[in-house]
């Protein structure tokens, strides 16, 4: 099974940006989907974005269109998330997670926090 490790979180200010990084430990991670969500506090965790695995088709909660950007480098085993014109509504714990053939997400990170301050 893919696991993998988010990284990249911080502390900022509003409308800086930040870049996620979400590393797969097993090569299959190429044929698998992968997806950014997070977790405000106090709230669910929510959809962010999700990128397939073999055209790079994206897909964006309303909340982050044109403001973040969901990639992948296969070669890396990596996905990012790079997050601009940050809001302080974005504050919260991000995960990653894979979807292969099966419909739910799997393989969850630890997650990496993101603070924005206003």
């Known amino acids: 099974q893919v696991q993998v490790a988010e990284s990249g979180g911080g502390w900022v200010q509003a409308g800086d940006s930040l870049r996620l990084s979400c590393t797969a430990s097993?090569?299959?991670?190429?044929?698998?989907?992968v997806g950014w969500f997070r977790r405000a506090p106090g709230k669910e965790r929510e959809f962010v974005a999700d990128i397939t695995w073999r055209q790079g088709f994206t897909d964006y909660a309303d909340f982050v269109k044109g403001r973040f950007t969901i990639s992948r480098d296969n070669d890396k085993k990596t996905a990012y998330l790079q997050m601009d014109t940050l809001k302080p509504e974005d504050t919260g714990v991000y995960y990653c997670?894979?979807?292969?053939?099966?419909?739910?997400?799997?393989?969850w990170g630890q997650g990496t926090q993101v603070t924005v301050s206003s």
């Open positions: 997670a894979v979807r292969g053939i099966a419909p739910q997400w799997e393989g």
């Open positions: 097993e090569r299959a991670f190429t044929t698998y989907a």
